[in-house]
């Protein structure tokens, strides 16, 4: 036999052998594409059903929060302590916040006088002027269904900053000045830096920047009883420039060292127009200015 006949006999021997191997190579391809197909179709339907517990989730805590608005802080904190026992882990943050804030709206509605306590409380870290208070104001400030509707605003305010921000964590610490915060932001080394949401055993609630459990740069403090501060604050403190408004519609705007009105700065009234203007201090007007 010659050599180019067994060459072709060894080709057609071949050739069945290499159309299977081709058969199979292709065949582990499908396979392979197959096997990569289901699994992100796996993990589609698992997205989606995370989707669905997440809005799930989320719907529940809204429907807990009206609870809240409407003034039925027993409920609202029965079932945000239900909620927080049986797991919406990736808000937890989120419930620990709600579960502090109905907690001391209870405790207002339980307490007579509650706006009295909370004054009392925060006369460390309040601004009050020596004008004489009405009748009607002190009605008003002393009514216990005045400080709730605050509380209300104040929890609206929340919920729309908790859901617009990436909140990172929940603390809890002490001030400088002794109160207790309960805080929901940014954390660093285990302590409040970056921007964050404070609410303080007292009431009262902080919006800022913080800088190692300290409130550092700009933000604005809330009163219970409708007073707040927009402005600059280091070393814990309102330092810098800011602006300090009542509720009846004074203001001042100014320069602040300690927590005190210090420097130049103007005091309105109600009516938005100047009523003095000078130097100040320690909250007090010590050089008027000339106009």
């Not at 400088?176 to 409040?192: D, E």
């Not at 420097?263 to 909250?283: E, L, M, P, Q, R």
């Amino acid at each position: 036999m010659s050599k180019k006949r067994k060459k072709r006999i060894k080709k057609r021997v071949l050739i069945p052998y290499l159309l299977l191997g081709a058969v199979g190579v292709a065949a582990l391809f499908f396979l392979v594409r197959a096997n990569k197909l289901q699994y992100q179709l796996k993990k589609s339907v698992q997205n989606q059903v995370e989707l669905l517990r997440t809005k799930s989730e989320y719907q529940e805590l809204i429907r807990i929060d009206s609870i809240l608005v409407a003034g039925d802080y027993q409920t609202a904190l029965d079932t945000y302590n239900s909620v927080n026992d049986h797991g919406i882990e990736r808000d937890g943050a989120a419930i620990q916040l709600r579960i502090a804030l109905a907690q001391k709206m209870l405790q207002f509605q339980k307490t007579d006088g509650g706006e009295a306590t909370l004054a009392k409380n925060d006369s460390i870290d309040s601004t009050r002027t020596n004008r004489v208070i009405t009748p009607i104001e002190i009605r008003q400030y002393d009514s216990l269904n005045f400080a709730l509707e605050k509380a209300k605003v104040q929890l609206s305010r929340m919920k729309r900053q908790l859901k617009g921000k990436a909140f990172g964590e929940y603390l809890t610490f002490k001030s400088k000045k002794g109160n207790t915060m309960h805080y929901v932001g940014q954390v660093k080394n285990g302590k409040a830096n970056g921007t964050g949401i404070a609410l303080l055993d007292t009431g009262s609630r902080y919006e800022g920047e913080w800088e190692e459990n300290q409130r550092v740069g700009e933000g604005t403090f809330y009163w219970a009883d409708g007073e707040y501060y927009v402005g600059s604050y280091s070393n814990d403190r309102r330092n810098g420039e800011g602006s300090y408004f009542w509720p009846n519609g004074e203001k001042y705007i100014g320069q602040w060292k300690d927590d005190k009105r210090n420097g130049n700065g103007s005091f309105y009234g109600a009516d938005g127009k100047i009523v003095t203007s000078g130097i100040w201090k320690n909250d007090k007007l010590v050089e008027t200015k000339k106009k």
